[in-house]
């Protein structure tokens, strides 16, 4: 039998809790595993001996402690098939659900907090980072509803590696207000970390939008706040609030500015606005913003977004 090598580009989903990891990338100076060590880690296992995998790429590299609902890779697998009796196994081993199975039992017999949601076929031109059409993050907040109400120092032991817990409240609808002024396609350099190696500044945000636990849900804000079980177990004195981001793409660290700008301007003890925001953008000086980034537990990676119909892969 003439030996035979198929390779399979696989386009794979990750959901996983940022606190037990130093981010997405490998660092050789942190003390905790990267989550792309571990997703390596978990291939090796799952292709043996008579398999590879190579060219993983993730859509989008998350800094230590932020969360993913999905985040994205791409990457090939290959293996040689040895006899013809083996034909059934070699075909199993590329079979989509096998590999998220495989994976799955991988990544849980040491890293529960990794999870592979999807797996899918994509043909070899696929790129999970560069034909990504648009990425939409959440982040949430937790404050008291006023000043008169219980503060959140009860909530630190079971939300503070999740959500940014605030000892004051804020006020939503300036952070609203003050954020119209963010929408459209813009340079965002006052909002790029100093460390950002993006060539160009220039994003478009789509969309921001706001989930509050004290207004009445729509079917979609409840869809979103149920993702990260924000409804259940709080104190009726506890306001959570939920951003939801939408852009082509995101600077290092764009997102927790933004929030920790938002924040800033809408505690009440800040002169900051919509126009004051707006004079922040046009600075397109990152030294200049006094607002610190907000902190990265409360930032998820909520899906990223690709154009099927254009890259005429059927969407599973």
Same mark, same amino acid.
């Given at each position: 039998?003439?030996?035979?090598?198929?390779?399979? =580009?696989?386009?794979?989903?990750?959901?996983y809790v940022g606190s037990h990891y130093s981010g997405w990338a490998f660092n050789n100076e942190a003390k905790l595993p990267?989550?792309?060590?571990?997703?390596?880690?978990?291939?090796?296992? &799952?292709?043996? =001996?008579?398999?590879?995998?190579?060219?993983?790429?993730?859509?989008?590299?998350?800094? !230590?402690?932020?969360?993913?609902?999905?985040?994205?890779?791409?990457?090939?697998?290959? =293996?040689? $098939?040895? @006899? %013809? @009796?083996?034909?059934?196994?070699f075909n199993n081993f590329f079979d989509t659900n096998a590999l998220k199975q495989g994976l799955n039992y991988f990544l849980h017999t040491k890293h529960s907090h990794i999870y592979i949601?999807?797996?899918? @076929?994509?043909?070899? @031109?696929?790129? !999970?980072? &560069?034909?990504a059409v648009s990425r939409t993050y959440l982040y949430r907040i937790m404050c008291p509803v006023n000043h008169n109400s219980l503060n959140c120092s009860n909530l630190a032991l079971f939300h503070t590696d999740r959500s940014y817990i605030l000892r004051y409240p804020i006020d939503l609808n300036k952070m609203r207000n003050a954020s119209n002024c963010l929408i459209g396609e813009m340079d965002f350099s006052s909002f790029r970390n100093s460390t950002c190696q993006s060539?160009?500044?220039?994003?478009?945000?789509?969309?921001?939008?706001? &989930? %509050?636990?004290?207004?009445?849900?729509?079917?979609?804000s409840r869809s979103n706040m149920n993702k990260l079980n924000m409804?259940? $177990?709080?104190?009726?004195?506890?306001? *959570?609030?939920?951003?939801?981001? *939408?852009?082509?793409?995101? $600077?290092?660290?764009? *997102?927790?500015?933004?929030?920790?700008?938002?924040?800033? %301007?809408?505690?009440?003890? %800040?002169?900051?606005?919509?126009?004051?925001?707006s004079r922040l953008l046009a600075l397109k000086d990152r030294s200049k913003v006094m607002a610190r980034p907000a902190p990265p537990q409360g930032l998820y990676l909520a899906d990223v977004h690709y154009d099927w119909d254009a890259l005429k892969v059927p969407k599973t």
């Open positions: 039998l003439k030996m035979k090598i198929r390779t399979e =580009r696989y386009l794979i989903g990750i959901q990267s989550i792309v060590s571990i997703i390596e880690e978990a291939f090796k296992k &799952y292709v043996g =001996r008579r398999g590879n995998f190579s060219n993983l790429i993730g859509s989008s590299r998350t800094d !230590a402690g932020v969360h993913a609902l999905r985040n994205t890779i791409h990457v090939d697998i290959s =293996r040689q $098939l040895t @006899s %013809s @009796s083996a034909e059934d196994t949601t999807d797996v899918q @076929s994509v043909p070899q @031109s696929f790129h !999970a980072r &560069y034909d060539n160009s500044p220039i994003r478009n945000v789509k969309e921001i939008t706001f &989930y %509050s636990s004290l207004e009445d849900e729509s079917a979609d409804t259940s $177990l709080l104190d009726p004195n506890v306001h *959570v609030i939920t951003m939801k981001i *939408v852009a082509d793409s995101f $600077l290092q660290k764009m *997102v927790r500015n933004i929030v920790g700008a938002l924040v800033h %301007s809408s505690n009440g003890q %800040s002169q900051c606005n919509l126009e004051t925001l």
